[in-house]
């Protein structure tokens, strides 16, 4: 009984994740804790991006200047 | 056993979607249940995507699982990002579905829902979803380029040329159209324009908020945002019974014209923390929850469909747009069936964030199947109303005039019986003075939406809360649309002017960056105004255009992809590609010719602009104008287009003839000409 109910928690926090980061995604902004994860692996002399600072890099990204990114189809 | 144990459910999916559009094309003198159509299309949908789709990824793509993707090769945790495939799923059809499924086939209703049906299901298998999932194949296998990139690489500078100024016609044309659809719903609707008028403050608080209070928490700033919302909704309705603030909030089309035009120009050189970014989260997750609400409320509700099948209109003379079946309707729904527009999305951010080869076909093809299933949606919302209060919605002021007993009587001439009392009704229904002449696609889904929503939620009592909702969130990305387009618009011109002036790319520099933006402003703004001031209406102007401008950017799209096809050596299955975009190439060659030089004024350009210059020799002054400079203003509008139009032509003609003649060569050559990128050559981290 509890090893189902743990695993119906765990199902049910891995669908509420793909949701949440599927709604990030949608407006343009990435996974942070992936891009973290990433400069600290590959990269270990750099230090990553803040939280704050990675939400202002993506928006600009989508958005900003000379970017294209976040046009929208009809 | 293995074959009927692999292929047996399949069948009877098959079976099932025969029979449920066997129904809805058969079934005569009563009303189909739109359940009917939506299993007709689930379906289609899964049909092509379980066989059609997998000959594609098979046979001529020959996806391949095991070879690194661009997001695995340049992995930096930021545009390149190996994604998980659902999340990448939604990114994408958040990017590729817009206004466009939701408008086309509500025009495309005037001929009845079957031919509009028919059309949405069979390009969205043959066309549409095959572009989208052949472009986002290209582009994949070439480090994620864009459309532009793409055509320069495969086809020649020449092409890729000519693509980016087609490019930026399109983004003329639609920006155009959108905003003259916001307009149109909002002319003389102080309830409306209020609720709109109210996300500006409010995207503004929710910047504010998300730069400087809780930076990055998106999901806590849309829901103040979404509450905000649906306050300016409720109150909405006592603003517009107020009697100072009610006609502080009503305006004509020209008004609101000029507001959009100060709006744009002055949207897209705010920074875009403050006003774009907070309200794309808005009408993006608006726009999902949206869509979920509409695809529940027809299951539930499941309303019958009052529009016939086919109606008479099938002959060219309807009210909404002029011109025949042929080949008018297949570029009256674009989005839905298929949109040259998703080139640019498949080739944009989606290619880079792809974790494995497999994935491109569900996001690719599963995911314009997704959008098509929008316009099915649309087109039931707009056929459960009825037909009589549909033409009264969408016929030009001239046709129907402008009370509810004139509009009733033009409109039961027209062959729908309906009475000025179900007119009057209908309005005040939805919290409306009038409900007559509101072309443009919005308020009659908005109408649709408040009729199904309201079987389910609230009764009558709510039909002017969810109408004033439709209406908002058609508004709310359309500006979202309006915004962010003239900004990518203005870096396009940027680029161009920057050919000649290379000063002039400088992005951040104010100089050039106001001068572009008010260029693209004005270009846009003058196709709106001339929308606006149009006697037919300016839907049946601008949506041909604009059809025939995105169908075009989709022939372009798939001559791209025939030409990769016979570079890979895999020519027998160009058909893939060759049949859609032969089938484009006429639908818009002809629909611009005939937008061009047809005798008859409601269809042609130019005997429309003849009517009004043999008027003028004449002295005399044709309705709506009203003076000597506006008639010469209309004779000049009508030749902009007929030029447009004409520049339209030229681009697929020219684009085709380049195409033709890359697969030649690709033919004649004895080896692979293709310009993937070496899989082997960036090893993967």
Redesign the interface.
Known sequence: MTASSQDLRDRWKSFSK?V?????????????E??????RK?HPDQT?MT??E????????????????????? | MEVIRKHGPWALVGALGAAALAIVATERGEAVNALWIVVAAICVYLIAYRYYSLFIAEKVMRLDPTRPTPAVRH?????Y?P??R??????HF???????PLVGPVLAAQMGYLPGLLWILAGVVFAGAVQDFIVLYVSMRRDGRSLGELIRAELGTIPGIIALIGTFLIMII?LAV?ALIVVKALTGSPWGTFTVMATIPIALLMGVYSRYIR??K??EVSIIGFILLMLAIIYGGSVADHPTWGPAFTYTGTQLCWMLIGYGFVASILP??LL??PR??LS??LK?GTIIGLALGIAFVAPHMKMPAVTKFVDGTGPVWSGQLFPFLFITI??GAV?G??S??SS??TPK?IASEADARFIGYGGMLMESFVAVMALVSACVIDPGVYFTMNSPAALVGTTPETAAAAVTNLGFMVTPETIAEAAKDVGETTIISRAGGAPTLAVGMAHIISSAIGGKAMMAFWYHFAILFEAL?IL??VD??T??CR?MIQDLIGLAVPSFKQ??AWVPSILATALCVSAWGYFLYQGVTDPLGGINTLWPL?GIS?QMLAAVALTLCTVVIFKMKRERYAFVTIVPTLWLCICTLTAGWQKIFSADPRIGFLSHADRYATALAEGKILAPAKTIDQMNQIVFNDRIDAVLAALFIGLVVAIAAFGILSCIRAFRADRWTALETDAAAVPA?
């Open positions: 793909c949440c980061d599927g709604a990030r995604l949608m407006v343009g902004q990435g996974d942070y992936v891009y973290a994860a990433h400069v590959t990553p939280e704050r990675f939400f202002r890099n993506r928006e600009n990204a989508r958005f900003g200047v000379g970017n294209r990114n976040g046009f929208r189809c009809c | 992995n930096d945790g930021l545009d990002v994604t998980n659902s999340v990448l799923f939604g990114h958040a990017a590729i579905a817009g206004a466009g639609l959108l930076p990055g998106i999901g875009v923390w774009l970014a794309d989260y993006t997750f999902i674009a989005c949109s527009f998703h640019l999305i944009g951010t964030l990305f979202t649309a962010a387009g900004r990518a870096f992005t951040t604009f995105n981290e």
